[in-house]
């Protein structure tokens, strides 16, 4: 089965964790356990193709600014996320999305751009059009979801599946990384 | 003696106001003693087991879960406290808690002083009891979470708890502890000695600008490095407060976190300081031989590999970072020059930080030698690092562990996304709290473990570690791509988003809700009309929130703007010029050339209180004394003509002051460091301003 390492970006409060919980969990579960890799790992059929998709969640490290560049190397796809309600984190994204093409030193890298908390609507201050204007900027496809409603949530990794299976129609065989062992005593 | 219980689930209960959820736990019967009951009728019971019923609060409202502080006999329940006390935050302020507590120790002092109730009563035993532990609940708080009674100028919860302890509990322990802890609030006010979320200069910087350190990478002491840096980040974990990293407090964007998660913050400040430490030394002299380059990345390697013996997770994952940061890591050729036994050395440390399987590895590690003596743990692949542990043998002193504090902010983050707030009825889910508390009884036993280090301070150390230069990561891309150009050169990819970045910007100034609007002081207009995207770019960068956050609490920390505007003519300095030795010889290579300098600003007037800042720029070949003057007023902040100024650089014996239009990048003598002190002309008339600073004006 193919994976998928995507890795989910935006400033802190946006709701990124709130994406992957929604889309790896589904539902609120009662004996959640972040420190198991279970916790963001999901197996789903797209095109009718099986694929793993591993979710990084930056959540709560946002401000650990130099460690962004290593989950830019890791990831093949990239969910960036803003919050409808907060204009800055929107404004956030043009940097981050720099950042991952420096990193990957391409001109094109599989991207959804998100606006997120589309639930919200009375505290909107993002406009639908200014995501939209922004992901064209980006050459990207754009969404907006409510994780807590549960609109587009799989959509968006499901799009980003297909990205990567465009751009790169077979494994990445890429020997960019050399593989990880686990640690054995 | 009681075998381990065996557990199981029984159900729920609901009462009014909670729910509880109940196990069955079997517990053996516990046998008294022969000598101390001898003959009586329970030595022939032949019951060995019994099943005891145990309530546990599941959901509640705030005043349900304090009642629940003491069990239906009235005892403390202590793991209940420390769970309450740890999280309570995130849903009841102090003062109701607190309000709560005192309420219910009033309520059932009345219930004692009824005179229905005869002297020697049950009821009366039963409310003694419990209000005994009501006073103990507060003796925890107080000793626990001192800083949830600081609220300056007036301490109301302290004067709260202070005016119940007069009337009830006159003379008591818990009084003079009030006494005292109100006493030292006050003197702390007074003395203006509290240092909380506010900016304060790091010690080194209060001394002379110009002060050259003596230590140079790579030839360091990789021990002593790593130690040093160990006793910076132990001092901040120690003063950790492990319940601002829960999710609703350090995540959610409506928080201050400068001000609720300040020493969250401050931990985060360093680790990104040290990232940067690693980067800066290994760019900022663009024109240095890759295998002197190569050496430099071998002694920070040298020292995270102390840094692991150390266990000081935190130093080690940021120089980790560091070294796979982009700018870096892309240095092919510079890596390629490593040693065999070094690259390994490198790629066993980096395993430990592997993102796989949801950071396994380092969880793994974390729970082995978190609390253990000292470093031991190595993979059977980890050949460098099995040296190095063989060769130290177990070492005499035991060390402390020092967590990188992230994969715990990922946890409580998560954990509070994904676990509701409240349940039905909307009772507070005080499930999720456990669910919290086991993360922060983690960083606590920690935090205790860190107690073992027993490092000395080095103020050298602390000097050379603030003045090195700190690049953003456009900055050092950019070194970086000096240093070796891209092989495939970006193409269209930088003029085109020029382009599409002015209209952006654009678009951002119409739109409301910008939140930039505070840092407009750090705004500024190129004044030569060179004004181009490179410089927006990094206009733009300032007002986003996380580079926002950061300034403030590093506000100290050099910064260095990269002007292309002025550092791509492509002018070369003749080879051989500066000496080899220097340490920013002429580059012969094409691209800009430029060197790094540091300008202080220094007027007979200015008050300075010992503080003296000092701002990089960037110098390039083409640049003459008044452009150079120019960026530095820029830079400090200062208005006015650049001929009212002269600029001089420092060298060890004397000053060399520029002559008033020399080509700057040729005049400098470039033996030395490259550090400049900006001063009013004397005799000059016109009046130069700071601004926003108008103690530097002339008196």
Known sequence: MREYKIVVLGSGGVGKSALTVQFVQGIFVEKYDPTIEDSYRKQVEVDGQQCMLEILDTAGTEQFTAMRDLYMKNGQGFVLVYSITAQSTFNDLQDLREQILRVKDKDDVPMVLVGNKCDLEAERVVGKQQGSNLANHFNCAFMETSAKAKVNVNDVFYDLVRQINKKSPKEDKKPQKKPIKCIFM | ?699
Not at chain 2, 333 to 343: D, G, H, I, R
Request: hydrophobic share 35%.
């Open chain 2, 1 to 699: 003696m009681f075998q381990q219980p065996t557990w199981r689930l029984w159900g729920e209960e609901r009462v009014d106001g909670a729910i509880y959820t109940v196990y069955l736990k079997k517990v053996r019967y516990h046998r008294p003693t022969r000598s101390a009951s001898s003959e009586s009728d329970d030595e022939i019971s032949h019951l060995e087991w019994e099943t005891v019923r145990v309530r546990f609060v599941k959901a509640g409202t705030v005043e349900r879960l304090v009642e629940a502080l003491a069990t239906d006999d009235g005892e403390l329940e202590s793991t209940y406290v420390n769970v309450f006390l740890a999280t309570y935050r995130s849903f009841a302020e102090c003062s109701r808690v607190l309000d709560l507590l005192v309420r219910r120790y009033e309520a059932l002092a009345a219930e004692d002083t009824l005179p229905a109730h005869a002297p020697a009563a049950p009821g009366a035993d039963h409310s003694h009891q419990h209000r005994k532990t009501l006073v103990a609940c507060l003796h925890v708080w107080l000793d626990t979470y001192p800083e949830d009674f600081r609220q300056p100028p007036h301490h109301p919860a302290l004067q709260q708890l202070l005016a119940f302890t007069q009337l009830h509990l006159p003379g008591s322990e818990l009084h003079l502890k009030v006494l005292q802890k109100l006493a030292v609030f006050s003197a702390e006010r007074n003395g203006g000695a509290h240092v909380g979320g506010g900016v304060c200069l790091a010690p080194g910087m209060r001394l002379s600008a110009h002060h050259t350190s003596t230590y140079r990478l790579p030839h360091v002491p990789h021990r002593h490095f790593a130690e040093q840096l160990t006793r910076m980040d132990m001092e901040l974990f120690k003063k950790l407060v492990p319940h601002q990293c829960l999710g609703a407090i350090w995540s959610r964007r409506d928080k201050d976190r400068s001000h609720d998660a300040a020493t969250v913050l401050a931990t985060v400040n360093q680790f990104n300081a040290v990232s940067f430490r690693v980067i800066s030394t290994i760019l900022v002299e663009p024109n240095l031989r890759p295998a002197d380059r190569a050496e430099i990345l071998a002694a920070w390697f040298d020292i995270a590999r102390e840094l692991r013996v150390l266990k000081n997770f935190s130093s080690l994952k940021a120089i980790i970072s560091g070294l796979q940061s982009n700018a870096v890591y892309r240095l092919r050729k510079t890596w390629a020059l490593l040693p065999k036994e070094k690259s390994e050395l490198f790629e066993e440390l980096a395993r430990i930080f592997s993102e796989d399987n949801n950071r396994w590895a380092q969880r793994e590690l974390l729970m082995r030698e978190g609390t253990a003596k000292f470093a031991d743990t190595v993979g059977e692949n980890d050949r460098q690092l099995q040296k190095l542990l063989h060769e130290r043998g177990s070492p005499g002193v035991s060390h402390g562990t020092i967590p990188y504090l992230g994969t715990f902010l990922t946890d409580l983050t998560m954990i509070d996304t994904a676990i509701p707030d409240t349940v039905a009825d909307g009772l507070i889910n005080f499930d999720k709290r456990r669910k919290e508390f086991e993360v922060l009884a983690q960083i606590k036993l920690l935090q205790g473990a860190a107690n073992a280090y027993h490092l000395p301070s080095d103020a050298m150390f602390d000097r050379w570690f603030d003045s090195v230069i700190i690049l953003d990561d456009r900055e050092a891309y950019q070194l970086s791509c000096q240093i070796e150009p891209p092989t495939n050169p970006p193409k269209e990819r930088r003029p085109r988003k020029i382009v599409d970045n002015n209209n952006q910007c654009h678009r951002k100034n119409d739109s409301i809700a910008s939140t930039s609007s505070s840092n407009s002081s750090q705004f500024y207009c190129e004044t030569d009309g060179a004004a181009n995207a490179w410089k927006r770019d990094s206009l733009e960068r300032r007002t986003s929130p996380t580079r926002l956050s950061h300034g403030s609490s590093s506000s100290s920390l050099p910064s260095l703007d990269v002007s292309l505007s002025s550092a791509n003519s492509g002018q070369k300095p003749p080879n051989g010029k500066a000496p080899a030795t220097s340490p920013a010889y002429a580059n012969t290579r094409n691209g800009p050339d430029f060197y790094i300098i540091r300008v202080t600003y220094e007027s007979d007037c200015v008050e300075t209180e010992g503080v003296v800042l000092y701002k990089s720029i960037m110098l390039s070949n083409n640049e003459h004394t008044p452009q150079v003057i120019r960026n530095a007023m820029l830079k400090l902040n200062l208005d006015g003509d650049p001929d009212a100024y002269t600029l001089a650089q420092v060298l060890p014996d004397r000053e060399m002051v520029l002559p008033a239009n020399a080509n700057v990048y040729y005049a400098v003598n470039t033996a030395y460091n490259l550090n400049f002190i900006l001063r009013p002309r004397k005799s000059q008339q016109a009046e130069p301003v700071a601004n926003g600073k108008p103690k530097n004006k002339r008196n």
